[in-house]
């Protein structure tokens, strides 16, 4: 299994909140994170965090949510 590449570090310093929710083909939740800085160096190892089992080879899908942070009041939503 690929791990999820993790976002660029650089990156981090523009959010104010995040959260990725990474989903089996059938809409299981297998891992989730707020944590940006142990993600953009950790990304995803390819583990179900519900039992530590290693996640089969398949499609799997994410939903990021993150505040930017900014002057102003922007809250945007990616789901890829």
Known sequence: ISPVYPVPPIRAIFFE????????????????????????????DGTDQNNGSECAEGVYYYVVLYTAKSTKNIDETIIY
Do not use: H
């Open 17 to 44: 909140k995040f959260k990725i929710e990474i989903f089996n083909r059938w809409g299981g939740l297998v891992f989730k994170t707020e944590n940006i800085d142990e993600f953009t160096t950790y990304g995803w």
